[in-house]
């Protein structure tokens, strides 16, 4: 989770200042630490209730699932992020997770975006001219 942290901090340090360094490796470490992360938790409720209704999967497939999700959700293509994911892995057992998650990434990518953009727009309406909506 530190590791996690960090590397979110450093990430948005990079890309805000303008520094040299892409997203893509970045976010497939972020998608991969969260779905482990997500993982130990869920893996804790159930030792902790000491009743299993079904067995988890490894530790990798979170992992990958995240790294698909978070992939997918910053660059708007959840076939490519599913497909690049599954050609690194071999794995076809993981593939529909990575699909869904992929897909659901995406949907979020998206509402979160459009949530900003209306936000940003409505704050500072002068300077979006025509685009800026009139009703008040």
């Given at each position: 989770?530190?590791?996690?942290?960090?590397k979110?901090?450093?990430?948005?340090?990079?890309?805000?200042?303008?520094?040299?360094?892409?997203?893509?490796?970045?976010?497939?470490?972020?998608?991969?630490?969260?779905?482990?992360?997500?993982?130990?938790?869920?893996?804790?409720?159930?030792?902790?209730?000491?009743?299993?209704?079904?067995?988890?999967?490894?530790?990798?497939a979170?992992?990958?699932?995240?790294?698909?999700?978070?992939l997918?959700?910053?660059?708007?293509?959840?076939?490519?992020?599913?497909?690049?994911i599954?050609?690194l892995?071999?794995?076809?057992?993981?593939?529909?997770?990575?699909?869904?998650?992929?897909?659901?990434?995406?949907?979020v990518?998206?509402?979160?975006?459009?949530?900003?953009?209306?936000?940003?727009?409505?704050?500072?309406?002068?300077?979006?001219?025509?685009?800026?909506?009139?009703?008040?």
């Amino acid at each position: 989770v530190v590791l996690l942290a960090a590397k979110t901090i450093a990430t948005a340090i990079s890309a805000g200042s303008g520094l040299v360094g892409g997203t893509f490796a970045p976010s497939l470490f972020l998608g991969g630490m969260t779905g482990a992360a997500f993982h130990n938790i869920v893996e804790s409720m159930f030792i902790a209730s000491h009743e299993s209704p079904f067995e988890l999967a490894d530790i990798q497939a979170y992992a990958l699932v995240g790294s698909a999700g978070v992939l997918s959700a910053l660059f708007r293509a959840p076939l490519t992020a599913s497909l690049l994911i599954f050609e690194l892995t071999r794995d076809y057992d993981v593939m529909l997770p990575l699909l869904a998650s992929a897909g659901v990434g995406s949907v979020v990518g998206d509402i979160v975006e459009k949530a900003f953009e209306e936000e940003r727009r409505d704050r500072d309406a002068v300077s979006w001219g025509d685009l800026a909506d009139d009703e008040r």
